[in-house]
């Protein structure tokens, strides 16, 4: 999936828990970013980055937390999860090209 | 935010039949994309379109980038049963400088042998 590894592809959590989402490119993009895909809704936008220290909110942030300290790894925090944030997260990156957006496997989380 | 107009929601056709499903939009885009998605993947890039009136083919696939710039259309011709998935109209109002791609809600495609 265009370099892009997504850890882990499936977890389980209570409500309250923490955890982080990784995302790791071997392809030196400075773009990243994180969607979530829900039933009927398409792919929203949570966070992205445009180079590392650079982190920038996108549609659905809240309760999401993002750091970007080298240009390989995005990961993804939830602090305390919650059922709503259940969902499949798709880590993606930018092409050198222009606009494609190129995606891991997913990961998916469910929060009971 | 930006909003996409994907449809249709779902088609159900036999193989062989030709499909089309389009993408609306209420503002102006720049890059229009097309992806596939199959079930437990993520999302792959069929299409790319950068201009508007431009007609792009990959194979069976072909996809226009609306004059007015605010829609978009994908065909698949004689389509086969590996043919199934969702599919996602993107847009990106910006020409990438904004990062922030807009998704339609998809369209799932089932193919009966």
């Known amino acids: 999936n265009a370099g892009v590894t997504q850890t882990p592809k499936f977890q389980v959590l209570k409500t309250g828990q923490s955890m982080t989402l990784q995302c790791a490119q071997d392809?030196?993009?400075?773009?990243m970013s994180w969607y979530r895909q829900d039933p009927g809704m398409g792919l929203r936008l949570i966070h992205y980055s445009v180079g590392a220290g650079i982190t920038d909110q996108g549609e659905v942030p809240n309760g999401y937390n993002v750091s970007r300290s080298t240009t390989e790894d995005f990961p993804l925090r939830l602090l305390s999860a919650a059922p709503s944030q259940t969902s499949v997260y798709f880590c993606a990156i930018r092409g050198q090209g222009g606009g494609e957006l190129f995606f891991g496997e997913g990961s998916r989380l469910t929060v009971l | 935010g930006q909003q996409l107009n994907q449809s249709p929601q779902s088609m159900f056709i036999q193989e062989g039949e030709d499909v089309s499903m389009n993408c609306t939009s209420s503002?102006?885009?720049?890059?229009w994309l097309w992806y596939k998605q199959d079930p437990g993947e993520g999302p792959v890039l069929l299409i790319a379109l950068y201009k508007a009136g431009e007609l792009t083919s990959n194979g069976r696939l072909t996809a226009q980038f609306g004059i007015t710039r605010k829609d978009s259309f994908l065909n698949i011709s004689a389509s086969i049963p590996s043919d199934v998935g969702i599919y996602f109209c993107?847009?990106?109002?910006?020409?990438?400088?904004?990062?922030?791609?807009?998704f339609g809600k998809g369209t799932l495609l089932t193919v009966n042998p």
């Open positions: 503002s102006i885009f720049n890059t």
């Open positions: 993107a847009g990106d109002p910006s020409g990438g400088s904004n990062y922030k791609l807009t």
């Open positions: 392809m030196n993009h400075e773009y």
